[in-house]
């Protein structure tokens, strides 16, 4: 990593966590809105943040931009920023600000002041700048669109178009590792656990051979935060040239808020939507937003016209409404899903009991458990004792361990030895060979 220039310094000094030994903020950092804003006082007055190091200017103060002693104390931070700094650079992880000449162009021509502050990432960074197209669906999927992403990634990396996807599991990661196995680029995007995920075997072959970039706009020590996956959507879609939403929930979720933010407020791309096979929820309501139908291009000629964006005139086929498929839906709210999961438990109590010779996909209690096996991965993105998973799912010992058994023989859950009774998703590597 190049030595910080005096403004990347200061950047990070006023608005990044530094985690790195893990130290009390006692002042809260700079918002990005309070950022810009003393960005553009210094911008006033003709300077620039890194004259900050050396002395917080008289007309700041005078103005009452930002507090002067929270500036102070943000600023007197240099010794764990230079701790940081060869933490993350003994991890091959880089940094970079908005005024790096490396920073990627088009996050600044099209975010403008929003665009994040700092970049932390691993990899090749000429990948920032390569566009691509940007693969994004639901967590939670079947085999078939899991292939299916796969093989849109593999026919990406074919035509030589990088792919630029968020690496959660399900449809990010199906796409990023059709693209690897190709042998194509990857940028990934993500919103935790940087530092851990760099440091996997196959990862570390993959950025070393110039094929993986990882970056987020979050210090590389961060866990995962809803918040935070919501805001580094936009940054997917906008270092792409195009992008295809896979799958998404109707009306929730980051897949839907992501799509939706593109389609009605930032409309820098053209967002296509799959449309063939079984349709999903969301798929009507996005092509009526202005999402363009995929057209399942065949070669790598009909794939880089999607690059070019249809005209607005020409109105998408129509399309077939159906319901949604539980194992479609994408949930990233685990506290709304614990009531809904409570209102079901109710209903099912109040509904008789069916003999086993009826039992099938529309029995209340496989219903039940499809919605409680969504809220319980949600849930245990960290691990989890059992006992208090029952508590938080107000459930009886005997069904609360009969469904995590039933998870973990389904590949989904392993149960830890450490701490004792603990579960957790089962560990996969970030970019896992695909179901056949």
Request: aromatic residues 6%.
């Amino acid at each position: 990593m190049e030595a910080l220039s005096a403004d990347a310094r200061a950047t990070l000094l006023l608005t990044a966590p530094l985690m790195f030994g893990g130290a009390a903020q006692h002042y809260p950092l700079l918002t990005p809105k309070e950022w810009n804003r003393l960005s553009s006082g210094l911008q006033d007055v003709g300077l620039a943040p890194g004259n900050l190091l050396s002395t917080i200017p008289n007309e700041l103060q005078q103005d009452a931009i930002i507090d002067p002693s929270r500036l102070r104390h943000l600023l007197e931070r240099s010794t764990l920023l230079n701790q940081a700094l060869e933490h993350w650079q003994s991890r091959d992880i880089w940094v970079m600000d908005r005024s790096d000449p490396r920073y990627p162009q088009r996050l600044l021509q099209r975010l403008g002041d929003k665009a994040p502050g700092i970049l932390y990432g691993c990899g090749p960074m000429q990948h920032l700048h390569s566009g691509g197209v940007a693969i994004v669906g639901s967590r939670h999927v079947d085999a078939i669109l899991t292939n299916y992403a796969f093989a849109a990634g593999q026919q990406a990396a074919n035509a030589g178009i990088t792919i630029v996807s968020g690496g959660a599991i399900g449809i990010d990661q199906a796409a990023m590792r059709g693209a690897l196995e190709a042998g194509g680029n990857v940028v990934g995007v993500l919103t935790d656990s940087l530092e851990k995920i760099i440091l996997q075997h196959d990862n570390r072959d993959l950025i070393q051979g110039n094929r993986l970039l990882l970056i987020s706009p979050y210090d590389p020590g961060a866990s995962f935060n809803a918040g935070n996956a919501m805001q580094r959507n936009k940054l997917i879609y906008l270092l792409a040239d195009a992008a295809l939403v896979v799958n998404a929930d109707l009306n929730r979720g980051g897949t839907w808020g992501g799509a939706v933010e593109q389609l009605d407020k930032i409309k820098k791309i053209p967002i296509y939507i799959r449309t063939s096979g079984t349709t999903f929820p969301a798929c009507a309501p996005l092509l009526n937003k202005g999402g363009l139908p995929w057209p399942d291009p065949e070669n790598a000629e009909q794939l880089h016209r999607v690059f070019i964006p249809v005209p607005a005139t020409e109105p998408p086929p129509p399309q077939q409404s159906t319901l949604p498929l539980l194992h479609d839906v994408e949930t990233t709210d685990p506290l709304s899903l614990m009531s809904e999961f409570s209102n079901w438990k109710n209903q099912i109590k109040s509904i008789p009991s069916a003999s086993p010779c009826k039992r099938n996909q529309g029995d209340p209690a496989e219903l039940l458990f499809a919605r409680v096996r969504e809220l319980l991965l949600e849930l245990l993105i960290h691990p989890m004792k059992e006992s208090h998973i029952a508590e938080t799912l107000n459930l009886s010992k005997q069904q609360n361990k009969a469904w995590l058994e039933r998870l973990v023989a389904m590949g989904d859950l392993e149960k830890q030895n450490k701490p004792s009774g603990t579960y957790r998703l089962k560990q996969k590597k970030l970019f896992d060979t695909p179901s056949s």
